[in-house]
Nanobody
Framework: QVQVVESGGGLVQPGGTLRLSCAAS????????MNWYRQAPGKQRELVAT???????NYADSVKGRFTISRDNAKNTVYLQMNSLKPEDTAVYYC??????????????WGQGTQVTVSS
C-alpha cells in the first residue's frame, strides 16, 4: 500500500506565500507523475500542476508564474510553492501520486487534502 500525506496549508493574506508538501510512503517500487489538484467550495476538482519523473512541469493557466511544483525523488515528496496568493486560490489542495508498489500495477494514490485559505 501507498500512503500519501499533504501538509503546509493554512490561512494567508492576499499576496502572501505558502509551501505545500506531499510525502508518499509504503511499499513503493517507483513513482512516475506527481500532481497537485484543488477543489473550491461548489466547484469541480481542477488540476493545478504536474511534474513528471524526468522533471518536466505543467501548470494551469490560473497559476502560471505564481506557483512552482518540484519534487525530491529521494524522499518521495512533491512540493508546491505558492506565491502572490489570491482569494480565488482558496481551496482544499490534494496531491495525487502515480506509481506502483512491489506487489501492484501502476495506479493513482490520493492524499486527504490540505486547506488553503487566502483572506484578509
Amino acid at each position: 500500500q501507498v500512503q500519501v500525506v499533504e501538509s503546509g496549508g493554512g490561512l494567508v493574506q492576499p499576496g502572501g506565500t505558502l509551501r505545500l508538501s506531499c510525502a508518499a510512503s509504503g511499499s513503493i517500487f517507483s513513482i512516475y507523475t506527481m500532481n497537485w489538484y484543488r477543489q473550491a467550495p461548489g466547484k469541480q476538482r481542477e488540476l493545478v500542476a504536474t511534474i513528471t519523473s524526468s522533471g518536466s512541469t505543467n501548470y494551469a493557466d490560473s497559476v502560471k508564474g505564481r506557483f512552482t511544483i518540484s519534487r525530491d525523488n529521494a524522499k518521495n515528496t512533491v512540493y508546491l510553492q505558492m506565491n502572490s496568493l489570491k482569494p480565488e486560490d482558496t481551496a482544499v489542495y490534494y496531491c495525487k501520486i502515480n506509481g506502483r508498489t512491489w506487489s501492484t500495477l501502476r495506479g493513482d494514490y490520493w492524499g486527504q487534502g490540505t486547506q488553503v485559505t487566502v483572506s484578509s
